[in-house]
């Protein structure tokens, strides 16, 4: 089982605002990195560190984290932006350099 | 353009070998560290371990630690990954990602990542 818990779920409006949440107790120390994965890709990176997107993630997409919960939030959520979402950061003992959540399904409705 | 292209599906028996391969262009591959990772068949994420190619320099999620075998090829910018026997349960698909940074960060994270690697293990 992950570290880092996610929602499996979440749908929004188009054109609405969306929070997917990721917790962990290793958030209370370190960054989580988020990615988007749709159908049949690779993984996408999306915001890494406290909130830095990658040249080519639109502004849409944004992070934050508060005590063991990092969020990634998508203002104006797009029809593009139906995917799975996956946070990822180190795990609390140190023994996993790297863990990911076990992702979240966004719908836009 | 940093990219990373995979070697192709495989299809084979259990107890069969396998190594398959990502190869690097569009940067100093030796510098940067390389991540793989493990999505069974409808599920998520999982990182198996990360090597290092300028000294293969490798560690492994404790999950995968005699599992897999992670190795480099400086001479052709490529990361492999490998089996010695493999099972039905490591059917998935396999990404190889780059960690984006020259130090390796407390909470590493990947970019680009590869197009993955089919593995279907079926007798």
């Known amino acids: 089982s992950s570290e880092l818990t996610q929602d499996p779920a979440v749908s929004v409006a188009l054109g609405q605002t969306v929070r997917i949440t990721c917790q962990g107790d290793?958030?209370?120390?370190?960054?989580a990195s988020w990615y988007q994965q749709k159908p049949g890709q690779a993984p996408l990176l999306v915001i890494f560190g406290e909130n830095n997107r990658p040249s080519g993630i639109p502004v849409r997409f944004s992070g934050s984290s508060s005590g063991n919960t990092a969020s990634l939030t998508i203002t104006g959520a797009q029809t593009e932006d139906e995917a799975d979402y996956y946070c990822?950061?180190?795990?609390?003992?140190?023994?996993?350099?790297?863990?990911f959540g076990g992702g979240t399904k966004l719908t836009v409705l | 353009e940093v990219q990373l292209v995979q070697s192709g599906a495989e299809v084979k028996e259990p107890g069969q070998s396998l190594k398959i391969s990502c190869q690097a262009s569009?940067?100093?591959?030796?510098?940067?560290?390389i991540a793989w990772v493990r999505q069974m068949p409808g599920k998520g994420l999982e990182w198996m371990g990360i090597?290092?190619?300028?000294?293969?320099?490798?560690t492994y999620s404790p999950s995968f630690q005699g599992q897999v075998t992670i190795s480099a090829d400086k001479s052709i910018n490529t990361a492999y990954l490998q089996w010695s026997s493999l099972k039905a349960s490591d059917t998935a698909m396999y990404y190889c990602a780059r960690i984006p940074t020259r130090i390796l960060p407390i909470a590493p994270w990947f970019d680009p990542w590869g197009q993955g690697t089919l593995v279907i293990v079926s007798s």
């Open positions: 090597i290092y190619p300028a000294d293969s320099n490798t």
């Open positions: 290793s958030l209370r120390s370190y960054y």
């Open positions: 990822n950061s180190r795990d609390r003992s140190g023994n996993h350099l790297v863990v």
């Open positions: 569009g940067y100093n591959f030796i510098t940067y560290w």
